[in-house]
């Protein structure tokens, strides 16, 4: 999505994403479908502090164990069948431990999740997270990193002992050795962990900054957070670009 083209390109490209989902998978509809009863109780989430809200919301209760478990029924499925209005964007890492429906206490059809070892990204990942904020107006995108990251560590042992991973993993250590030369320039007693925090915060920052998603941050319709999982007491910490909540 890189690239100087027409200005009009986000409008067609929007457009063009939407009919090949209805094509392909049928994931959006120009019909809305009339709400099933139970679908969901609250409104959608309009506006970047508002959807930021409802996701903190929700890891208050994870934390807790006060669990709603919303829009997870069957009428909640005839619900979304046809037409889909996530209102946001969760890049995680592949961590068994780390569901952002789970943790964020959100159910069917209320989050895009995108997940990679490490929150490693390229031009498909990126492409998945911009998805939502081009082509439905969702106003919230959270990189989510976490404790005790097993490819954060595989990949900070590769590049430390010049010892390249086996396979592809060896792309993930590549597209996170940014954040490992972060870590060592900050240098701390565990460098693991800031090169994990290294890694949300870069890759939140160059979302937050691309020229497809800049204009919408610029214009307050988006927000592109930098978030920390404990997987010790289940609590998201914000590290960057979270709006004030309403």
Known sequence: MGGSEHPDRRTLLAGGLVAASIALTGCSSTSATPLAAGASPDVRPST???????????????????????DRDPNRREFVAQKQEPFGAVLSCIDS?????L????????????????????????G???????????????VLGHQRCGAVAAAYAS?????????????IARALRPAYEQAV????????????????????????SNQDLAP??????????????SLDTGKVEVLAGAPARP
């Open 48 to 70: 970047p502090a508002e959807a930021f809200a409802r996701l903190m919301d929700g890891n208050e209760r994870w934390v807790s164990g006060d669990l709603r478990h919303p």
């Open 185 to 208: 320039r900050v240098g701390g007693s565990d460098p693991v962990e800031t090169m994990a925090r290294a890694q949300v915060e870069l890759t939140a920052s160059a979302l937050r």
């Open 159 to 171: 590049i430390r002992d010049g010892k390249p991973l086996p396979g592809n993993l060896d792309a």
């Open 128 to 142: 998945s997270v911009e998805y939502g904020p081009m082509t439905s107006g969702t106003p919230l995108v959270v």
């Open 103 to 126: 943790l964020f206490d959100t159910g069917l059809g209320d989050l895009y999740v995108m997940r990679t070892g490490g929150e490693a990204v390229g031009p498909v990942v990126t």
């Open 216 to 229: 919408l941050v610029a214009k307050g319709t988006l927000a592109v957070a930098g978030a920390y999982y």
């Open 97 to 101: 431990r780390v569901p952002p429906e």
